[in-house]
């Protein structure tokens, strides 16, 4: 590695961690877990951080609070990082329609599905907050229509969710300007709703009624900075963390445990298969209202931080009894 420059601005950890409010053990996390930053070494190998890095790790920061998963996050660039951020920002105020002039106070929603347009068509006159501007069932012409009608919200109705159907819907959410899609499924794998979670939309199950639908097309308007900050106000630095554990290796270590005659990890394997499943049933529950799913994503994050605690018992566990699990490298 080279020196770093003397006439170059930087930071060492202790510095960079009281300048980001990011405890020191996350930094370190951050960079080893998900290259969030590579700060420069010295010749002693002490890291030094750059203003980069701080800028980063400040935008990090700010979208983990928000509700991001760090590691949906690390590898943007800064752009789209601001990117992220302007759009938190946009729900906080009124939106403009294309021509700059203030929209009506009704959200505007664009919508794709089989059924599902159908039904809107129906529930049409009964929506007071919401502006149906276009129903489709070719996909196509719902994709051509959101990069021109400047939708506040899509919806998209998907018999299951498999294939690239998620990143199809990200995609399109980030190139038409909408604030939310609502992607209404029939099946889905608890990760893949996770993983939209995690992106900023949100899934509904099929059927969905009127109310439901229009009650969550106004999250954009109603979901204010007071309401999210109930989700961050509890929480302290930790992050919770993806999953340590497969579930092979889980067996494994019961497997393992005999050996030592201990009934502890057998223990410690059960609290974290509950806790995981428990951590995808939140995810994936129906919410009745807004309070619902500020609740549920409560429950979900704390499930998650619990499980990466009982993740943390287990690897001391296995480091204290020098146990290597096959294809798994110790942390």
């Known amino acids: 590695m080279t020196a770093v420059k003397e006439e170059e601005p930087t930071f060492g950890i202790n510095t960079a961690s009281r300048m980001t409010g990011i405890p020191v053990d996350t930094l370190r996390m951050w960079e080893r877990r998900y290259d969030a930053v590579m700060p420069r070494r010295t010749a002693d190998n002490k890291r030094r951080y750059t203003t980069t890095d701080i800028a980063r790790l400040r935008l990090f920061k700010n979208l983990v609070e928000l509700g991001h998963s760090i590691g949906t996050v690390a590898r943007l660039p800064l752009d789209a990082l601001n990117e992220r951020l302007q759009v938190h920002a946009d729900m906080q105020t009124p939106v403009a329609g294309c021509n700059g002039v203030e929209s009506e ?7 794709y599905g089989d059924e599902l347009p159908f039904q809107v068509q129906l529930w049409k006159d009964t929506f007071t907050q919401v502006d ?6 070719i996909y196509a012409d719902f994709e ?3 990069m021109t009608q400047c939708p506040q919200v899509l919806v998209a109705q998907f018999a299951s969710l498999h294939g690239d159907i998620e990143s199809r819907c990200r995609e399109l959410m980030q190139k038409s300007g909408a604030i939310l899609t609502v992607v209404v499924y029939g099946y889905a794998p608890g990760r893949v709703l996770e993983r939209l979670n995690q992106q900023g939309m949100v899934a509904l199950r099929f059927p969905v009624t009127a109310d439901s639908l229009e009650q969550t097309c106004r999250l954009p308007v109603s979901l204010d900075r007071a309401m999210l900050s109930q989700l961050t106000a509890e929480a302290d630095e930790t992050v919770v963390l993806p999953r340590r554990f497969t579930p092979e290796n889980l067996v494994a270590v019961a497997t393992q445990a005999d050996r030592v005659r201990c009934e502890c990890p057998q223990h410690l394997v059960d ?3 509950r806790l995981t499943a428990f951590e995808v049933y939140s995810a994936d529950c129906e919410n009745r209202n807004l309070e619902d799913a500020l609740l549920h994503a409560h429950l979900n994050q704390m499930a ?3 499980r990466n605690m009982a993740e943390d018992a287990l690897e001391r566990w296995l480091q204290c009894e020098n146990i290597r699990l096959p294809g798994r490298e110790p942390e």
């Open 105 to 111: 106070d009704k959200t505007r929603v664009l919508v």
């Open 304 to 306: 998650g931080k619990a």
């Open 271 to 273: 609290l974290i298969q």
């Open 132 to 137: 149906i501007i276009g129903t489709y069932t």
């Open 144 to 146: 051509r229509e959101a």
